[in-house]
């Protein structure tokens, strides 16, 4: 299922803005890096595969693509980036982060983990969970139900930026997705836990 490791140039900008720069983990998401650090590059090297750590890549093919994204934030109009997700808990075996994008700069980001056993998954998972809470303004959210065998959600809101996250433990898999620049209205909160249900389904199938 893994493919060998590829390395590209990743790069990234030098935001000062407080969400630009927390490494915060929400069940394998980075709550701000995942959407704030990463530049959204054009053209065919946006779609590169890019790894840093030397971790293996997932196929794409185990995250939802743009058309899932769509069907419940219909403005996010394209893929921008896709790499490994630097910045999962624990040490996974291989995996993919994916980051869409709408012309307003709305993002949705869409990673999975893949660790060698489920026990190393929850141990990440809980280690993401830990670190997520320690964040100046971290809220907790209800946890969508029948997701994954347990899920995890949250918001951060520093300014005028808005982070809600969602992190699910599926066996030896740990899925996020995290979206940027929505509010964290009821409507939104909704939309982003079916997206997160559809990405479990997807990547445990």
């Keep these: 299922m893994m493919q060998p490791t590829e390395r590209y140039r990743v790069r990234r900008t030098g935001s000062s803005a407080p969400l630009a720069i927390l490494a915060i983990i929400l069940a394998g998401v980075v709550f701000a890096g995942a959407c704030g650090r990463q530049d959204t590059q054009s053209g065919a090297e946006s779609q590169q595969d890019a790894t840093t750590s030397g971790t293996n890549l997932l196929p794409q093919e185990v995250l939802v693509g743009l058309d899932v994204v769509q069907k419940y934030f219909p403005e996010i109009e394209q893929q921008t980036a896709t790499s490994e997700n630097s910045t999962a808990s624990g040490s996974p075996d291989a995996t993919r982060m994916v980051i869409y994008e709408g012309g307003d700069g709305r993002r949705v980001t869409v990673s999975v ?22 964040v100046q303004g971290f809220v907790p959210l209800p946890a969508p139900a029948d997701v994954g065998d347990k899920a995890f959600a949250g918001s951060v809101t520093q300014g005028a930026d808005t982070h809600i996250g969602y992190g699910a433990l599926a066996g030896e898999y740990v899925i996020g997705v995290t979206s940027a620049g929505y509010p964290a209205t009821t409507e939104n909160v909704e939309k982003l836990a079916g997206l997160t249900r559809d990405a479990v389904e997807k990547a445990t199938a």
Excluded: V
């Design 113 to 134: 983990d893949q660790y060698p056993s489920a026990d190393a998954a929850a141990s990440a998972f809980e280690q993401a969970i830990g670190n997520s809470e320690t």
